[in-house]
């Protein structure tokens, strides 16, 4: 789910890339485009299994369905982005994404109502981007709602990815140190 500036460091490629004349942001962008293509493939097979096997309804449109994926992959790999530039291996990275992985799923809506949640656990739930893709599906998905409908959700992921992608760029090193 997520890419690693720590994993180019392990595997003895950031050499290479300190001798490309890449700025960070391409950079970034350039780590994300093949792990956004691997979503959509994903998401097209959890949307046939889910309609074929649990007869899940799909009243909205694929189109809107799509561009809400494509936020919410984009801000997810660039949460991965800036854990990578912060993390100095792998390991530190993978165990880094547990932190915002298991919140993800537990407070997003995914596996137990917003609603029920306490307060505080909401107001946490509102910065991660899984909670907005939620929302964004259930609309979309069960309601057949627009995008332009929840504009929020759709400003939250764009922002996030756009302001994601600034700080993982600042944040990574051109160098060995």
Known sequence: MFTSAALVRERGNLELLIATPVHPIELMIGKII????????????????????????????????????????????????????????????????????????????????FEGMPIAAQWFSELLPATHYMRLMKGIILRGAELQGMAKDVAYLGVFTIVGLVVAAKRFKKSLD
């Open 34 to 113: 093949p792990y956004i293509f691997a979503g959509f493939i994903q998401t097209g097979i959890i949307m046939l299994l889910g309609n074929l096997i649990f007869k899940v309804p799909f009243v909205g449109s694929i189109f809107q369905m799509l561009l809400a994926t494509l936020l919410f992959i984009s801000a997810s790999l660039t949460m991965g982005l800036i854990i990578s530039t912060c993390a100095e291996t792998q390991l530190q990275a993978s165990q880094m994404t547990i932190f915002i992985l298991l919140p993800s799923i537990l407070l997003s809506g995914f596996m137990f109502p």
